[in-house]
């Protein structure tokens, strides 16, 4: 009887544990905001949500102001966690072992146990692991097989790809991972459908119903209580602010043909400072990018902006005039998050990107966008002039409230609810 009563509590267990690095307070990432969305939801559907995160030591920066956006209900436990590039090198010099499957190996052991010691508390009904981190994957595996707790994976992007990584050893090991995923998980989620089609390819025996896409969206509860000034505006009349709001990758997203079509612009007498102005906000590469804005004497165009508290960063984005998107042709599969709150925001996008690009179609679908490719200088400098042409004649046109909400998370979250209760029955 009592054994049967046990079997009983934990099949209708609704508890889940969740293995995510990035998580509040983490700024820098804005992938960290799926998480934090799901285990909302999560919670206010009953779910008892365990959240084995990173040592706050373990982040490059963080902010206080940022623990105010966990639900109070979601426990998180900070796992033992360091960057060997910072805490373990001697000299900036270390081992590369020591970084594999990333640098941030030692939170498997911290996880690990910190995982154990969750599921003797609460035994959840399923484990989910996010990347982009790879060390979460490793850690969500190793539960699985001490426990036999079902195991979903959230890719979310491809983790291997034809040139990444480009180090030989973290492929081989991601590689593994990879085939681990598949072996032992329910689910693996992909964001885009480029990604799903991709690896559906790659596991061509693996059960069609393992693979699953739940795209990114925007979170409407990061937007309440922002709303763009009644004040006039402190900018000259008639500028128009173009913004990029989050890491600019030089290899994923590299600006420079945009810079020289801007410096070839100005040159031609067709853009200046009082006109336009491009601020790249919180690139985490202002010193890469600085020397080539003096260089190509556009530094009093473009504007390199320090990061700013993602609260602020959608303020920001609500006031400017335009939004920009940048996304090289080896992300083929992948969508910034920023997309969705860009067609949130209802601002024209200007998006450096294919236009068979899983970002290029799903950008165009929602309307208010041009494109052109991210390496083609001729085809910038003619597209942003037709965009701020546009912009100025008013003539783009955004979405109706009810058609936005399917780029919403919230919209994505009720699938994701309904997967993970779909796993445990």
């Known amino acids: 009887m009592n054994l049967q009563l046990t079997i009983l509590t934990i099949s209708v267990n609704k508890s889940i544990l969740y293995i995510a690095y990035h998580y509040p307070p983490v700024l820098g990432s804005s992938g960290v905001h799926r998480t934090l969305a799901f285990s909302r939801y999560l919670q206010e559907r009953s779910w008892n949500v365990q959240v084995i995160s990173a040592s706050l030591k373990a982040y490059d920066d963080w902010s206080q102001e940022q623990f105010s956006f966990i639900p109070k209900s979601v426990k998180v436990t900070r796992a033992y966690a360091r960057n060997v ?7 900036g010099k270390y081992t590369k072992w020591m970084a594999l499957p990333d640098k941030w190996q030692s939170w498997i052991v911290g996880g690990f146990l910190s ?8 035994r959840p009904s399923v484990i989910v692991s996010t990347y982009p981190i790879a060390s979460a994957h490793v850690i969500a595996y190793l539960l699985h097989k001490a426990t036999g707790i079902p195991w979903v994976a959230d890719f979310r992007d491809p983790m291997v790809q034809n040139n990444y990584p480009k180090d030989k050893h973290q492929k081989k090991v991601w590689e593994w991972i990879e085939k681990k995923a598949v072996k032992h998980c329910k689910k693996i989620i992909f964001t885009a459908p480029g990604a ?3 690896y559906k ?3 061509p025996l693996v059960d069609k119903s393992v693979w699953q896409l739940i795209p990114n969206g925007f979170d409407e ?5 922002l709303e763009v000034s009644s004040e006039p505006s402190p900018q000259p009349a008639g500028l128009i602010r173009l913004l990029h709001a989050g890491i600019v990758y030089p290899s994923e997203r590299n600006p420079s043909a945009l810079f020289k079509a801007i410096a070839e612009l100005k040159r031609e007498n067709r853009l200046s400072a009082e006109n ?7 690139t985490a590469h202002d010193e890469h990018y600085h020397a080539t804005l003096i260089e190509l004497g556009v530094d009093d165009i473009v504007m390199l902006k320090p990061p ?11 006031e400017v005039e335009t939004l920009l998107l940048l996304q090289a042709k080896n992300c083929h599969y992948q969508v910034p998050a920023k997309a969705y709150e860009y067609i949130r925001a209802r601002k024209p996008v200007l998006a450096l990107t294919e236009e068979d690009s899983d970002t290029g179609q799903l950008i165009s679908g929602a309307g208010a966008a041009m494109l052109a490719p991210l390496d083609d200088v ?3 400098k003619n597209v942003l002039l037709k965009f701020i042409e546009k912009v100025r004649d008013e003539k783009f046109e955004f979405l109706s409230e009810d058609s936005m909400m399917q780029y919403s998370r919230a919209y994505q979250g009720k699938k994701f609810i309904k997967l993970i209760e779909d796993v445990v029955g």
């Open 115 to 122: 995982g154990l010691k969750a599921i003797r508390s609460h």
């Open 276 to 282: 336009f102005q491009l601020w790249l906000r919180g």
């Open 221 to 225: 509860t990061m937007f309440e209580g």
């Open 201 to 203: 390819e790659r596991f």
């Open 85 to 91: 590039a910072k805490h373990y090198s001697i000299r």
């Open 196 to 198: 799903l089609k991709l």
């Open 308 to 318: 700013v508290t993602y609260k602020k960063a959608l303020q920001e984005m609500l």
């Open 378 to 380: 001729e085809k910038i």
